[in-house]
T-cell receptor, first 113, second 109 residues
Framework: DTEVTQTPKHLVMGMTNKKSLKCEQHMGHRAMYWYKQKAKKPPELMFVYSYEKLSINESVPSRFSPECPNSSLLNLHLHALQPEDSALYLC????????????FGQGTRLTVV | QKEVEQNSGPLSVPEGAIASLNCTYSDRGSQSFFWYRQYSGKSPELIMSIYSNGDKEDGRFTAQLNKASQYVSLLIRDSQPSDSATYLCAVMGFQKLVFGTGTRLLVSP
């Protein structure tokens, strides 16, 4: 089973809203990732968690706040986003950071209005 | 110089032909290399991984790695219209996965 589940699939939010994206995996993977993908561009790394600790923050604005409550769950809290933050947000996991294959969830299509 | 480079395409091949997708990378210390397929509006799907020099075959797909030339390729034999997608080359470097810009493949019936 190589399933990573993301919810919701689609999200429309206003610039003053607070919302959260959720990601779950039950493969026993210890590294989890958030990527952002704009149309016709490759995925762009935002955050990496390794063993539930934040390992990499790619200078992401503070209006994006990641959280890893346990080894199976990864959240991305959103607050005061801008229309240019509209994108496909992808969660991925791998057995270890920098180790073997990374598997992606189906993504959350976010639109900021 | 970009870390991972791919020709954006589109690469157009007729059904049944071999599609050849290429990727170069800049970090000589990279040890892990991956090919992802991404259909429009969908998430990337891992189709091949390769870690050592040479060829690795899986069904209609063959990945080739040449670390001396810092070059990775993906061959798709007997291409089908359903193979039409963007193929992303990804390289594991500095504890994170870095993607190329992707090559768009179009397979015509």
């Amino acid at each position: 089973d190589t399933e990573v589940t993301q919810t919701p699939k689609h999200l429309v939010m206003g610039m003053t809203n607070k919302k959260s994206l959720k990601c779950e995996q039950h493969m026993g993977h210890r590294a989890m990732y958030w990527y952002k993908q704009k149309a016709k561009k490759p995925p762009e790394l935002m955050f990496v968690y390794s063993y539930e600790k934040l390992s990499i923050n790619e200078s992401v604005p503070s209006r994006f706040s990641p959280e890893c409550p346990n080894s199976s769950l990864l959240n991305l809290h959103l607050h005061a986003l801008q229309p240019e933050d509209s994108a496909l947000y992808l969660c991925a996991s791998s057995r270890g950071q920098g180790d073997t294959e990374a598997f992606f969830g189906q993504g959350t299509r976010l639109t900021v209005v | 110089q970009k870390e991972v480079e791919q020709n954006s395409g589109p690469l157009s091949v007729p059904e049944g032909a071999i599609a050849s997708l290429n990727c170069t990378y800049s970090d000589r210390g990279s040890q892990s290399f991956f090919w992802y397929r991404q259909y429009s509006g969908k998430s990337p799907e891992l189709i091949m991984s390769i870690y050592s020099n040479g060829d690795k075959e899986d069904g209609r797909f063959t990945a080739q790695l040449n670390k001396a030339s810092q070059y990775v390729s993906l061959l798709i034999r007997d291409s089908q219209p359903s193979d039409s997608a963007t193929y992303l080359c990804a390289v594991m470097g500095f504890q994170k996965l870095v993607f190329g810009t992707g090559t768009r493949l179009l397979v015509s019936p």
